[in-house]
């Protein structure tokens, strides 16, 4: 799993539309293999980017849950605590 694609689902607030871009981006550059597309790949890189951005808002807006939302700062700093104890900052 590509470590910059983040878990978006059951947050306070909810994840953006541009989260969501972002995270779509970073799967197709995982997949792809690129990080910028040649001119020839553009088209088709830009086409995948928005299919996953598609259908990423469809599975987002579509689970359910009974839990409770996660507090956004709450996780980023669990895993702050947790990079800082992995690589001995802090």
């Known amino acids: ?10 947050f ?6 541009d ?3 972002a995270s779509a981006l970073q799967f197709v550059r995982k997949l792809s293999g690129f990080n910028t597309p040649s001119r020839m790949n553009e088209a088709a890189f830009n086409r995948a980017v928005e299919q996953v ?3 990423a808002s469809t599975l987002i807006g579509s689970l359910v ?5 996660r507090d956004r ?3 980023r700093l669990k895993l702050a605590a947790l990079s800082a104890k992995r690589f001995g900052r802090g």
């Open 1 to 10: 799993m590509c470590r910059n694609i983040k878990t978006l689902y059951n």
């Open 12 to 17: 306070a607030p909810p994840a953006t539309n």
């Open 19 to 21: 989260e969501i871009h």
């Open 53 to 55: 951005t598609a259908a």
């Open 65 to 69: 849950t009974l839990s409770p939302p």
């Open 73 to 75: 700062e709450t996780e």
